[in-house]
């Protein structure tokens, strides 16, 4: 009865599921972002994290995400559109509002490899754990979140593997527009999926 309850007042508080993207840090879901915005959708962005050497077709992030448990009151207002959030946060979000996930998969020793690659350029290695440290971290967080996720009424979640996006875009991008209602331009995502920016191949 409760589940029930909860998902009739979530739909009654936004008809449209807010789009997240989401996954660990360094596993395209900067570029997935970009994707949505070349097929039409509205995006949530403020552009205060500039574009880099390490995501040079910018970083799609809004900085309200990163306070998500202290204030929620603002996803009520990008109902329809697309926000970028790290899967560690995924936990926070309110179950009053109905949400679509698209979830980036991405081969941790990749994900480990980028990781450190941007921890070089900016001098700050020292804060990473090591490989082996990370890598059983991670391991252990997408278990407990992906597992999370399939037990939430109000979310849906669509896997995506970016090794997969970037090798065969144009029949990914046909799936992904199909489970999200199939309203977006595909010609123009599949043209902004870019294998060059796939450095960290293992």
């Not at 949400?99 to 290695?125: G, N, T």
Request: hydrophobic fraction near 40%; proline fraction near 2%.
């Amino acid at each position: 009865m409760f589940k029930l309850l909860r998902r009739f007042f979530s739909k009654q508080i936004n008809v449209d599921p807010i789009v997240i993207v989401s996954g660990l840090p360094r596993s395209g879901t900067s570029m997935m972002m970009k994707i949505l915005e070349a097929g039409g959708m509205s995006i949530a962005t403020d552009n205060i994290r500039e574009a880099d050497e390490d995501n040079p077709k910018g970083y799609y992030e809004l900085e309200k995400v990163k306070k998500l448990k202290i204030d929620n009151t603002w996803l009520g207002d990008i109902a329809g559109m697309a926000v970028k959030m790290i899967s560690m946060l995924l936990y926070d979000l309110p179950a009053r509002y109905s949400y679509k996930i698209i979830f980036m998969r991405r081969k941790l020793e990749e994900v480990l490899a980028s990781q450190k690659r941007m921890l070089e350029r900016h001098d700050r290695l020292a804060d990473y754990a090591g490989d082996d440290e990370m890598r059983e971290l991670y391991g252990q967080h997408l278990e407990e979140v992906e597992r999370w996720l399939g037990q939430q009424d109000n979310i849906e979640v669509v896997y995506v593997n970016y090794k997969d996006f970037l090798e065969a875009p144009v029949e990914n991008v046909k799936r992904l527009n199909e489970s999200l209602g199939g309203h977006l331009d595909e010609s123009a995502m599949a043209e902004v999926v870019d294998s060059q920016l796939y450095r960290q191949r293992k």
